[in-house]
């Protein structure tokens, strides 16, 4: 279990990559930077060059919350990990000087702090699929907390619970059994 548990935490810590560089789309729109500049500086950051493709139905930019919102059918990838659900909103910072690790790196750039997913909620990587009603990120903490209906499948495995939290500077991740349901696995 310790394999499929590592290889959850891996899938949910290239989502966190995969959706960094939408907290930057808020400073591309708030403070005039280069979206490409921007992506392209996350990307050394992060050791991946990928660019990150989202779509939606619907964007609002809420500025004085420090708040993006998708809406509608959202797809975001990055390399081979996709993220699918209803809403994504993304919480952001003001970043200044050297803070500014998740953003631009510049004064006045903007940093992610959380991102959450809901509804219909898919993380996809490789053969591996989490699933859940809501996927909730604190960029700070490196921990990811998918809940509601959770299920991890991988080549015929199948786990199953309430919640799931990974820590992904720890590399551990946990499923949790919910109050009329314990947690189940079969694996092959």
Same mark, same amino acid.
């Given at each position: ?9 891996? $899938? ?41 493709? $989202? ?5 609002? /930019?809420?500025?004085? &919350?420090?708040? /993006? +919102?998708?809406?509608?059918?959202? #797809? ?36 992610? #702090? ?8 898919? /993380? $996809?990587?490789?053969?591996?699929? +989490? ?7 604190? !960029?700070?903490?490196? !921990? ?14 199948? $786990?199953?619970?309430? &919640? ?10 946990? /499923? ?13």
């Amino acid at each position: 279990m310790k394999r499929f548990g590592s290889m959850a935490t891996g $899938i949910l810590a290239a989502m966190a990559l995969t959706l960094a560089p939408v907290m930057l789309a808020g400073g591309v729109l708030t403070s005039g930077t280069a979206l490409a500049e921007a992506q392209k500086q996350a990307g050394q950051q992060t050791g991946q060059q990928q660019p990150t493709d $989202i779509t939606a139905d619907n964007l609002e /930019i809420l500025d004085e &919350k420090n708040l /993006i +919102i998708f809406t509608g059918n959202v #797809r975001a990838s990055r390399g081979d990990t996709r993220l699918r659900a209803d809403r994504l909103e993304v919480y952001t910072e003001k970043a200044s000087g050297k803070d500014g690790a998740q953003g631009n790196g510049g004064e006045g750039g903007t940093k992610m #702090r959380r991102w959450v997913a809901t509804g219909n909620v898919r /993380i $996809i990587k490789g053969d591996m699929t +989490i699933t859940g009603n809501r996927a909730d990120m604190d !960029v700070p903490r490196d !921990v990811v907390t998918v809940t509601g209906n959770v299920v991890v499948r991988q080549r015929g495995s199948t $786990i199953r619970g309430a &919640k799931l939290v990974a820590n992904l500077k720890t590399n551990v991740t946990r /499923i949790i059994a919910g109050k009329k349901r314990r947690v189940h696995g079969v694996f092959r």
